[in-house]
């Protein structure tokens, strides 16, 4: 995580468990990690919009700063790109959630904020492997 107005800078750790939703149309992850502002439980849910042709996320966590996202993805060869709009401190701010599937089993993800002066700002960067 880089120090930014979610929090300072530092390691974070996680864990995910997902499952297919009843009638497998989406996926709930239930997760739970730590990081430079200590312990943090999330629930995400993906799903597909047949209407607007593209990929939903809505996720909340107990860290009192994302309090809610819903952003709409796209795919494109092995990259998946999400994006969102919310208010922080009054103001707009958008937001870009990358994936690059590396394999089966693993994959690099990057969030970034777009300030007022148009440029993007890393917020957190990492790497995720399936267990075992």
């Not at 996680?14 to 009843?22: L, N, T, V």
């Not at 312990?39 to 996720?59: H, N, Q, R």
């Not at 107990?62 to 103001?91: H, P, R």
């Amino acid at each position: 995580m880089k120090p930014s107005p979610f929090g300072p800078g530092g390691k974070m750790t996680g864990s995910d468990r997902c499952e297919w939703f009843e009638g497998k149309f989406a996926v709930v992850c239930h997760n739970e990690g730590k990081g430079p502002m200590g312990p943090v439980k999330g629930l995400g849910i993906l799903s597909y919009s047949p209407e607007e042709k593209a990929f939903t996320y809505y996720g909340t966590d107990s860290s009192g700063m994302t309090m809610a996202t819903v952003a709409k993805g796209t795919i494109k060869g092995d990259t998946w790109t999400y994006t969102d709009e919310s208010k922080m401190g009054g103001k707009t701010i958008n937001g870009r959630y990358t994936i690059k599937v590396l394999s089966p089993a693993s994959y690099t993800f990057k969030w970034e904020m777009q300030g007022e002066g148009g440029q993007w700002m890393t917020v957190v960067e990492g790497k995720s492997t399936k267990a075992q």
